[in-house]
């Protein structure tokens, strides 16, 4: 850090950091299900801008979610280069199945780097992304990393640029299907909605991305992230939750906080659920192997919901393309079924590894009717 930078961070850190926490904290419940229900209704009826509604069969249709890249610079801030290789395997693999790639925010780290910086060092994650496009089977959806490609004028010129034809750019996308005649929507959006700092008007999204974000990363100020605070993304996920759980027919899939949820449960919570089943049934083995288990997660997930054996199964979250220790994680809809993925390095291998699975007819079967109540 330069004299200047010294300077200046001493001068502007506190009341930097108060306005980051004033105004982009805690997600706030009343302004993420407003942004949530006007995002929802404005696909469904049309617009376009905002988002695709994709019909899929159900049984034969195919599709990869993966969100959260942060493709960066190749520096000691670059979170996505531990993962890239695992990322480039995973997206030959998808692209061989033949999947459709929904691209679900904050792939390009653009608060902390250049738009030039990422293309220079990501040409070969642009290049399997591109691959996606060419067939057209790509939906690209912008996150509060990468606001650029929802409020810079030149957006379209860049995506073009970047990837050899014109990318249309949106807030999200929902996936329509019948399962056993009963209809499903499956709203799939990057999550930041209801974010103060991130989530307002065309201006307020120009100043935190061209401005403000740099700003920050010039004085090395970290911007408050739920990515990094366990109660802020836990809140955050709860309150997605919640939405979900209040819509008859009706899904979410988000990315944003970097922790996995399937079928509303973080994958601890999912692992106290087998334990309890465990100890109810005597299986000695698995109840050691569990609380093991338990015990290695905590230092992941320190929070549970209080409602966690009870919750309807109507939201998931993606989780992230930038673990430290190079996986990544991402959604599958495939063959009648959606499945939370990791893919990782073993012996040097990348391999891919189901987490959690569950059926399109038994999730279309318990989000039929919404909850009444949800706290």
């Known amino acids: 850090m330069s004299f200047i930078q010294r300077i200046l961070r001493r001068i502007l850190f506190k009341p930097i950091s108060w306005a980051s926490k004033r105004f982009s904290s805690k997600p706030d419940k009343e302004r993420i299900f407003k942004s949530l229900d ?5 696909i469904i009826s049309g617009n376009e ?3 695709l509604v994709v019909p899929f069969n159900a049984t034969s249709d195919r599709f990869i979610i993966f969100s959260d890249q942060h493709k960066g610079a190749r520096n000691g801030a670059d979170d996505f280069a531990p993962a890239e290789k695992n990322y480039l395997d995973a997206l030959a693999y998808y692209q061989q199945e033949d999947y459709f790639f929904i ?11 250049t738009l030039g910086q990422v293309k220079k060092h990501n040409a070969a994650t642009f290049t399997a992304e591109k691959a996606f496009i060419q067939k057209d089977k ?11 490609w929802a409020n810079d004028p030149l957006a379209g010129y860049y995506l073009k640029n970047l990837f050899g034809q ?3 750019i949106h807030e999200g996308v929902i996936l329509t299907t019948i399962v056993n005649e009963t209809p499903l929507q499956i709203l799939c959006t990057h999550g930041h909605q209801g974010d103060l700092q991130s989530d ?3 201006f307020s999204k120009f100043f935190v991305s061209r401005i403000w974000a740099p700003l920050q990363s010039y004085l090395s100020i970290n911007p408050n992230s739920p990515a990094f605070y366990d109660e802020v993304k836990s809140l955050h996920n709860s309150i997605m939750y919640q939405w979900s759980a209040l819509h008859k027919d ?8 970097h922790q996995p949820v399937f079928a509303s449960l973080t994958h601890l919570e999912r692992l106290y659920k087998q334990l309890q089943y465990a100890s109810k049934n005597n299986q000695a083995d698995k109840v050691a192997e569990l609380e093991a288990e338990i015990k290695r997660r905590e230092r992941e997930y320190k929070t549970l919901s209080v409602d966690y054996l009870t919750m309807k199964p109507g939201y998931f979250n993606s989780g992230c393309c930038c673990y430290s220790d190079g996986d990544i994680t991402g959604l599958e809809i495939s063959d009648g079924w959606l499945r939370l993925v990791k893919w990782k390095k073993e012996n040097g291998i990348t391999l891919r590894i189901i987490l959690e699975e569950m059926s399109l007819t038994q999730l279309a079967e ?9 706290n």
């Not at 691209?103 to 780097?113: C, K, P, Q, R, Y």
């Open 38 to 42: 006007a995002l929802h209704e404005a």
């Open 138 to 148: 790509h939906i690209k959806i912008f996150g509060n990393h990468d606001l650029l």
């Open 200 to 202: 307002g008007n065309w």
């Open 103 to 113: 691209n679900l925010g904050d792939s390009e780290e653009l608060w902390e780097n």
């Open 366 to 374: 318990e989000n039929k009717q919404p909850l009444s109540n949800t």
């Open 166 to 168: 014109k990318v249309p």
């Open 250 to 257: 009706i899904m979410l899939i988000t990315g944003h906080t």
């Open 49 to 51: 801008k905002k988002g």
